[in-house]
């Protein structure tokens, strides 16, 4: 997808299709009224014959409309105007990202920038759009045997957002963000969407080198002996049941001054989850091959930045293992040495994500971090709590928790905190070693950080549990993307912060 920006009249604008907007009960953009005079009010007549539905995202695809210079007109509807919020933008520009989707046209001019919600700047409204309609234009070559013979493919390729108002560096910036955030998303999604038997540890090892020697950062891989070395007996005790080696992957993004402290960024990346001899039951299995949709958030968050070569450090580690019944398996009672000296009782071998991030986030303090973010599909107990709309977000920073809040409303890409209070500790006790790797029946997304909390004391920490929010069941099932928006959005605010 290519985008520029262009300062024009729509109604002379030639391009495949105009995008123009018009608010429900008939209020026309800007861009919408002049296209509607040039045509002698074909846009209100549609509008007035009831075609065009109030609700944000709406959209009828005119032809020949008089008196303007493009083959083709969508009129998209933004909702309520007493009610327009970042949502509707949003949902209007997905709904646009569709249509283009689908259209035999080459190319769009799109006019919706112009169109910012409360008081979002024209810069945010261009890095939305870019992102979304570049995120839109996303497909998964999924390997079937019919694809390919000879389909023309449809979509468009070209698009020209349309301001009123000067262009300047930052809108240019804005738009070329906005790309490699989407860009970032489409390496999270692929790495998300591929089988288990080809995204293994060792393939999103190679993933993370490939991005090293693209984007020239250094990138680590530790092998089992590594791990050995270090006591990550946590970790290790997952990767005993699988036939595939375990990966520790540590990708040194250096953007900033070469003292500025890093954000230290840890993502889960269990290529299955089998549930190992706790095994999961039958049904719905093959999605946990998204069990490591932690490890491509954090992967195509440093290939965004890397793309827009922010100025700032960051580290992103990666335990990666598979969690499988084998022979050598973890057994429930097993006891094991993390490398911080705690030891585990393993009660519950499916509760694997915690066993690998605790090692990881040791290892983390070694970066003398800023702060550090892990992201995980680590409970089931996110998704009964919070459904598949925010990520749960903890943290024993209440600071760092408020600016993720933050960054998830302006990047669409939410978060809502739960309490992360000492009182809940309890629920750990062993019998038999420091802690239990589960935290019974209630509060499983707590009780999950609580334990993460144990090995993070040194540094400002904050945990994103993604269960509900990295990939999409039933018909439409695929990885999303997501938090690579919170997680970039995130980042170039810090960016931000520390820029000279
Ligand atoms: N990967 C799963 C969490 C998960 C389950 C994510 C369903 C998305 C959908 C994780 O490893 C797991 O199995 N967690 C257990 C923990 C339990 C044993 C304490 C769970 O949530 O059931
Ligand atoms: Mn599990
Ligand atoms: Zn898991």
Redesign the pocket.
């Known amino acids: 997808m290519e985008f520029t920006i262009k300062t024009a009249s729509p109604e002379k604008v030639r391009a495949g299709v105009l995008v123009v907007g018009t608010f429900a009960g008939g209020a026309l953009s800007t861009a919408a009224q002049a296209v509607d005079k040039a045509s002698k009010g074909k846009l209100s007549q549609v509008v007035k014959h009831g075609d065009l539905e109030d609700k944000a995202g709406a959209s009828v695809m005119l032809h020949d409309v008089p008196g303007t210079a493009a083959d083709r007109v969508l009129l998209v509807s933004l909702g309520k105007a007493d009610d327009y919020t970042d949502k509707a933008y949003r949902d209007a520009l997905s709904s646009v990202a569709r249509t283009l989707n689908g259209s035999p046209a080459k190319d769009a001019a799109i006019t919706l920038p112009d169109l910012a919600p409360g008081n979002r700047s024209l810069a945010w409204c261009m890095h939305q759009a870019s992102r979304l309609l570049a995120d839109g234009a996303y497909r998964f070559d999924a390997p079937k045997a019919a694809a390919k013979d000879g389909k023309k493919e449809r979509g468009v390729r070209k698009i020209v957002l349309i301001t009123a108002a000067k262009i300047n560096a930052e809108l240019e910036a804005a738009i070329r963000r906005g790309q490699a955030v989407a860009e970032g998303m489409a390496l999270a999604k692929d790495l998300g969407n591929l089988p288990g038997n080809v995204c293994t540890p060792a393939y999103l090892a190679d993933t993370a080198k490939a991005l090293g020697k693209q984007f020239k950062f250094d990138v680590d891989v530790l092998d089992r002996a590594d791990m050995e070395k270090l006591g990550m007996g946590s970790l290790l005790s997952v990767a005993r049941g699988s036939h595939l080696p375990p990966k520790l992957i540590v990708m040194h993004y250096k953007g900033g001054k070469a003292k500025a402290k890093p954000v230290v960024l840890v993502g889960k990346g ?1 290529t299955f ?1 089998s ?1 190992g001899i ?1 095994l ?1 039951p039958g049904a719905e299995m093959d ?2 091959k ?2 490591m949709c932690g490890a491509a958030s954090v992967i195509g968050s440093i290939k965004a930045i890397a793309r827009m070569a922010l100025p700032l450090n960051v580290v992103a580690i990666v335990p990666a293992t598979e ?1 499988m019944p084998g022979g050598n398996a973890s057994r429930p009672g097993d006891v094991v040495t993390s490398m911080s000296g705690q030891t585990i009782e393993i009660l ?1 071998t ?4 915690r066993l690998i991030l605790c090692d990881a986030l040791t290892y983390a303090e070694r970066f003398k971090p800023d702060c550090v973010i892990d992201v995980a ?5 996110c ?1 009964v709590a919070l459904g598949k709309i925010p990520s749960g977000l903890l943290a024993n920073d209440d600071e760092l928790a408020a600016e993720l809040l933050k960054r998830g409303n302006d990047s669409g890409d939410r978060a809502w905190q739960m309490p992360l209070w000492e009182e809940y500790q309890d629920l750990l006790k062993s019998n038999f070693a420091d802690m239990g790797n ?2 019974g029946r209630y509060a ?1 997304t707590i009780t ?1 950080a609580c334990f993460l909390s144990r090995f993070t004391k040194a540094y400002k920490w904050a945990h994103l549990d993604i ?2 929010t990295a990939w999409v069941s039933g018909d439409a099932k695929g990885a999303t993307g997501r938090p690579v928006p919170l997680l970039t959005e995130f980042l170039m605010g810090r960016a931000e912060g520390t820029a000279d």
């Open positions: 269990v989850d549930g706790s999961k999605e946990m998204y069990d969690n519950n499916d509760a694997e994500g599909t680590l409970t089931g107990a998704v589960i935290g499983g999950a269960a509900g």
